[in-house]
């Protein structure tokens, strides 16, 4: 496993408003009331960050577009 942490996708596709809010409601509550130091493989934000990356992997695959090089390489670990 690798000890980098993953980045936030900025694409959007195949994400609605109440789930990017309700993400970033998650990714906030983690951030401050979160463990404190856990390896990237097993942080609840990184999970979350995964997460959404494979749904806007998954929406680009539907529509039949390419997805950008970091979201590929962020659902991909």
Do not use: C, N
Request: cysteine-free; aromatic content about 10%; charged content about 30%.
């Amino acid at each position: 496993m690798s000890d980098k942490r993953l980045p936030i996708v900025k694409d959007t596709t195949g994400l609605s408003l109440f789930y990017r809010a309700l993400w970033r409601l998650q990714f906030v509550g983690f951030f401050f009331f979160g463990p404190a130091e856990l390896p990237p493989h097993r942080d609840p934000k990184e999970a979350l960050k995964r997460g959404r990356a494979q749904r806007v992997l998954r929406a680009h695959e539907a529509a039949g577009t390419q997805a950008p090089d970091e979201v590929i390489e962020t659902a991909k670990r």
